[in-house]
């Protein structure tokens, strides 16, 4: 089953009250005739559920520990898929409590399961430093998911709750140095893995085929090596060599 979703901002500040006359939702795939090929969903067969959240930002903690089911209707078994759940929860209990919306309890709890969701994912850590997105795929490696572990754990270590959960520096150099040892003489990064996100890869020019795209990933890299440079020495060397590389392929 598959799961589209559309969001919809209601403004209850400036009108006292709104009329929604339609909501669009693209699926794609078309109604073809019979038998022509497979169907990627059966005709008639698409349900619509609607839910409101009172904030446009995060709907909050409607469960002790927020998830990609929960929240988009997406697996979450993978390690991209548990660090974004680390991310999201980081990331809520920090804008509920500058809002001064988060019950102590809550925020007891919620930390707890960040160190739970902590320690699951270096179950996909590689000894060289590196991450990996399945945990029985122990030869391979993943430059995104690395960089996006690297960034996460910074901010988790350096924010308002950084003696709740213990992430040691070294952990992040270690990610840092292997990162930086994928870096080639050009400056870029090239994927190093199969293509889970189409954001990440470009078509072929003759073949219809994907292909990692280096530019996404190289200024994916560079952001998350940006914001911890000042953490983890050597890391702007890199950043430095790498700046060149995505403003000459887009110009």
Known sequence: ????????????????SETISHLQINVPDQFVVPEVREHLYVPGSGLAQVSLFRDVVTPG??????????????PYGAGEMNMFNFAYNLLSLRFMKTNQQLPQETLITAL????????????????????????????STSIWLSA???NTLHE????????????????????????????????AWYPDNQIFDRKFASVKAGSGALFGDPVPLTAYV??????????????????SLTLPFPTTRLS
């Open 112 to 139: 707890q399961y960040l160190n739970v969701g902590l320690q699951r994912q270096l179950s996909y850590m590689n000894i060289d430093g590196s991450f990996r997105m399945f945990q029985d795929d122990e030869d």
């Open 61 to 74: 903690f409607f469960k002790l520990y927020m998830n990609c089911e929960d929240i988009f209707r997406k």
């Open 156 to 187: 988790a270590r350096f924010g308002e709750w950084k003696h709740d959960i213990y992430i040691p520096i070294n952990l992040i150099d270690k990610i840092v140095v292997w990162l930086c040892s994928k870096q080639n003489e050009t400056g």
């Open 148 to 150: 996006f572990v690297a």
């Open 222 to 239: 560079l952001i998350a090596l940006y914001k911890i440079e000042t953490d983890v020495s050597g890391a702007t060397r890199y950043t």
């Open 1 to 16: 089953m598959n799961y589209y979703h559309t969001q919809y901002l209601i403004d209850m500040i400036r009108y006292g």
